[in-house]
């Protein structure tokens, strides 16, 4: 089994949901008493929201390489960014680490194209729904993206920060969340992706008739079968 590495805490409401979920998928795989070969690099997530709305990327991934570096120092084989949203700078971090690093939008796009779907709607921060980093990403695997409009995506965004990021789950905004799932299906999205590591914590599959596609689920599953050396968990 090789050893995953772990870049998280942004927020580490959802990093516990990688680190249970690979551990609990790794025991399914093998049995008995089983789990991941793991090492986790956890950020101050304060220091990185705050780069992230000054716009100051160079300095967020400066943070995020060192953590790639320490976690390859530290036995990691290759690397799982626990956040969508801090994609944007995969490449300096898997450049500045030396190991591989497991792009959340790929894995995605693959569990997407096995299940058909070409028109797909994108719930996230706003700097995921409308930058073009993660956007092409999808479209690069010959997905069309949909987006909610101008006011969906504050609402959308939000949330994340002033509720997810902080633990809190609020039925209004589970409802906020349902509607806009709802207008993304009607303008044709064939499913939706929670573009979050945190949405999942809000709204799931059984919420809605709309297919959810969950970022976390389909990364640690992802890394599992890296890990295990399974091109599919």
Not at 39 to 52: H, K, N, P, T
Not at 55 to 69: E, H, M, P, R, V
């Amino acid at each position: 089994m090789k050893t995953i590495g772990l870049i998280g805490g942004m927020s580490w409401e959802s990093t516990q949901t990688y680190y249970r979920l690979i551990n609990q998928k790794v025991r399914e795989q093998l049995g008995g008493l089983h789990s991941a070969r793991l090492v986790l690099y956890s950020v101050d997530f304060a220091e990185i929201e705050a780069l992230q709305h000054r716009g100051d990327w160079q300095a967020t991934g400066d943070i995020l390489a060192s953590a790639g570096q320490a976690l390859a120092s530290a036995g990691a084989d290759f690397l799982v960014l626990c956040t969508n949203t801090m994609h944007k700078v995969a490449p300096a971090i898997e450049q500045e680490a030396g190991i591989s690093l497991l792009h959340i939008a790929d894995a995605t796009a693959g569990v997407l194209k096995g299940d058909g779907v070409t028109r797909v709607g994108l719930l996230g921060t706003r700097f995921t729904m409308e930058q073009a980093f993660y956007v092409d990403r999808l479209r690069d695997h010959g997905i069309d993206v949909l987006v909610p409009n101008d006011a969906q995506r504050e609402r959308i965004h939000s949330v994340i920060y002033s509720e997810l990021c902080q633990g809190v789950v609020n039925a209004h905004s589970k409802a906020d969340y349902l509607e806009v799932v709802g207008s993304l299906a009607e303008r044709g999205a064939q499913g939706v992706i929670l573009g979050c590591t945190e949405i999942g914590l809000l709204i799931q599959g059984a919420d809605t008739n709309v297919p959810l596609y969950d970022t976390t689920e389909i990364h640690a599953e992802q890394a599992v079968g890296h890990a295990l050396g399974r091109a599919h968990g």
